[in-house]
């Protein structure tokens, strides 16, 4: 895991239960859309609570992981 990714896990709060908008905020994005897109195809293990989308800190940290950027060494 590259220091990129640590840095993004660790802007995750430290709370069990998370929000697509806790996800967007840790990667910098201004919106959920892309989130919320991952979530609709399957890439990001979500839940449907109420209308709102609840997703595991465990989910988000895995769907973190294997999103993580791998330059090629030059």
Do not use: S
Request: hydrophobic share 45%; proline share 5%; no cysteine.
């Amino acid at each position: 895991m590259n220091e990129t990714t640590k840095a993004i896990i660790d802007r995750l709060p430290k709370k069990p239960i998370i929000a697509p908008a806790d996800i967007a905020a840790a990667y910098g994005m201004a919106t959920t859309d892309a989130i919320i897109a991952d979530i609709k195809t399957g890439n990001l293990e979500a839940n449907l609570l109420n209308g709102r989308y609840i997703i595991a800190r465990v989910a988000a940290e895995a769907y973190i992981k294997r999103n993580e950027y791998i330059p090629d060494e030059a």
